[in-house]
């Protein structure tokens, strides 16, 4: 475990790099994070839930919040029906509807159980739009992403064992070939 640990401290700081650089995270604005701790043992999703695993996608993602200024957000399992945790202040500012459940290992998820032990003041709420958003281990993070949302190719495709895929999201585009755009 210490050397997975290890290797995933450094997949995830070239991971924080990737995003920091894109240009694609703004201050105020959500992050989804979508993650199967067993996945990234090399363990089926839902089978091998690690905390340890789990506290170090966190510290790592909370750097991310404060070089960047977004909000994080944690979806739970389907459980839970992917529901998110997210600090009160963020479930006010977006006019979120909580509901009431607390995430464990078993129904939620080590990820959305550790995150809500660990956020200052966290809350549960059933669905949210997200700006951009990392999907760890094939959890399926897009019902919690804005529309449109676009995939990011970046070089760090795996953490640990699991698979993955970003996304950030843009304004739809409406109006025909007539239509103008602000350039991207």
């Given at each position: 475990?210490?050397?997975?640990?290890?290797?995933?401290?450094?997949?995830?700081?070239?991971?924080?790099?990737?995003?920091?650089?894109?240009?694609?995270?703004?201050?105020?604005?959500?992050?989804?994070?979508?993650?199967?701790?067993?996945?990234?043992?090399?363990q089926q999703?839902?089978?091998?839930?690690?905390?340890?695993?789990?506290?170090?996608?966190?510290?790592?993602?909370?750097?991310?919040?404060?070089?960047?200024?977004?909000?994080?957000?944690?979806?739970?399992?389907?459980?839970?029906?992917?529901?998110?945790?997210?600090e009160r202040?963020?479930?006010?500012?977006?006019?979120?509807?909580?509901?009431?459940?607390?995430?464990?290992?078993?129904?939620?998820?080590?990820?959305?159980?550790?995150?809500?032990?660990?956020?200052?003041?966290?809350?549960?709420?059933?669905?949210?739009?997200?700006?951009?958003?990392?999907?760890?281990?094939?959890?399926?993070?897009?019902?919690?992403?804005?529309?449109?949302?676009?995939?990011?190719?970046?070089?760090?495709?795996?953490?640990?064992?699991?698979?993955?895929?970003?996304?950030?999201?843009?304004?739809?585009?409406?109006?025909?070939?007539?239509?103008?755009?602000?350039?991207?």
């Open positions: 475990m210490f050397e997975l640990l290890k290797q995933m401290k450094l997949e995830l700081s070239n991971m924080q790099t990737e995003w920091e650089k894109s240009g694609f995270l703004h201050q105020g604005e959500l992050f989804v994070v979508g993650c199967s701790t067993s996945e990234v043992a090399g999703i839902g089978t091998s839930g690690s905390e340890e695993i789990a506290e170090v996608i966190f510290e790592q993602l909370t750097e991310l919040q404060i070089k960047t200024g977004i909000h994080l957000s944690f979806q739970c399992c389907e459980h839970l029906n992917r529901a998110i945790v997210v202040k963020v479930m006010q500012q977006y006019k979120l509807e909580e509901v009431s459940v607390i995430p464990t290992r078993q129904a939620g998820g080590s990820m959305a159980s550790y995150a809500y032990k660990h956020l200052k003041d966290p809350v549960i709420v059933e669905c949210i739009s997200a700006h951009a958003g990392i999907d760890i281990g094939e959890t399926m993070i897009g019902m919690h992403l804005k529309s449109v949302a676009v995939p990011i190719r970046f070089q760090q495709r795996f953490l640990g064992n699991a698979r993955v895929v970003a996304a950030y999201t843009r304004p739809k585009r409406i109006g025909g070939h007539r239509a103008v755009y602000a350039s991207s």
